[in-house]
């Protein structure tokens, strides 16, 4: 049995034509002008076998063989008792419905690894970076959305007062090591809003605080914005969308590269929403203050119908639960 190869000799570039010769048992035979080589079959070094590509057969001298008829080879070792490396996984490849299979348990698994994986391992990883660690993130954010989308507030000093006095009653009830903030600006491009920054800032245009019709209102509003700050929202999702960084953070344990994400979160901030699962975390936030402290939950819902109305809500509704659901959640008791 005799197939053709091109062989390199490892000391030039150029290749040769000869024949490999499988008559002998156990042996290969490189047949060239220049006369024979034998190569017991354990010696010799054999590619997998990969659909129609070239085989590599390297011998133990240095001289590399190239075989295009991956039957002769598969004979050959077949004949010779020598296990045939990459067989099975080539007929595999070969057969059309455990490709299919392959790709539907990949694709499985890929979308396993995105809902499921990296979301839990975010989670994990946020809530490791120490609070004041959190800080790094939320340096210049603000003067870069300032730059972007934000214009100084044009509310009264009684309007301010009255939203500072609300917002010290919400984060009271929340955990001492954050450092809440509570700015006002206006906004003509994503009108009545609010926005909570990994720091404890919370950002509320001055659009929002002219639909309100009641202050418990506001006060749910910031309830649902301090929950993301406690449940580390931006920071999670910061993390989802940096999956490089999730795993250097995960397997390294160095939380040092959180300020290589900094300069990405403000357009995180603009340009994406929470995710569903987000936000009904934040509204569970919110509801349970406000049950806590005997404020009909109604009121939150008021508000984000009001919102859900303005076409320039920034992710009403497409990224938010839908209005009903958050009746459902806050018509409990």
Not at 158 to 171: C, D, P, Q
Not at 198 to 227: C, K, N, R, W, Y
Request: proline share 4%; net charge negative; charged share 25%.
């Amino acid at each position: 049995m005799e197939c053709a190869a091109d062989c390199y000799d490892g000391r030039k570039s150029e290749k040769q034509r000869v024949r490999l010769n499988f008559s002998q048992r156990d042996v290969v035979t490189v047949v060239t002008d220049q006369g024979e080589r034998n190569y017991p079959i354990r010696e010799v070094v054999v590619s997998p076998r990969l659909g129609g590509t070239a085989r590599r057969l390297e011998m133990p001298d240095g001289l590399v063989c190239e075989v295009l008829d991956n039957d002769a080879v598969d004979v050959f070792f077949r004949l010779s008792g020598t296990e045939v490396p990459g067989r099975l996984i080539d007929k595999l490849e070969s057969k059309l419905r455990y490709v299919i299979i392959a790709v539907v348990m990949t694709s499985l698994v890929v979308w396993g690894a995105i809902s499921y994986g990296i979301p839990l391992l975010a989670k994990h990883v946020a809530f490791m970076v120490p609070v004041t660690a959190s800080s790094v993130l939320g340096k210049d954010i603000l003067v870069a959305l300032d730059k972007t989308i934000f214009s100084e507030s044009k509310l009264s000093d009684t309007e301010i007062e009255e939203a500072k006095v609300l917002f010290s009653r919400v984060t009271d009830t929340a955990d001492p090591e954050y450092r809440f903030k509570l700015e006002f600006r206006q906004s003509a491009r994503i009108g009545p809003n609010a926005f909570a920054l990994p720091t404890g800032t919370i950002i509320v245009t001055d659009e929002l605080v002219q639909l309100i019709a009641d202050a418990h209102e506001l006060e749910s509003i910031l309830a649902h914005e301090v929950g993301h700050v406690v449940y580390r929202h931006s920071l999670r999702q910061l993390i989802q969308a940096s999956t490089i960084s999730l795993v250097i953070m995960a397997v390294t344990g160095d939380i040092s590269t959180v300020s290589v994400l900094a300069g990405s979160l403000p357009t995180l901030l603009t340009e994406t929403y929470y995710s569903r699962e987000f936000e009904r975390e934040a509204d569970e936030y919110s509801h349970e203050y406000l049950i806590n402290s005997g404020i009909s939950p109604i009121h939150f819902t008021n508000i984000l119908n009001r919102m859900s109305d303005s076409s320039k809500g920034l992710g009403f509704p497409s990224t938010h639960p839908s209005v009903d659901e958050r009746l459902k959640m806050f018509s409990k008791k």
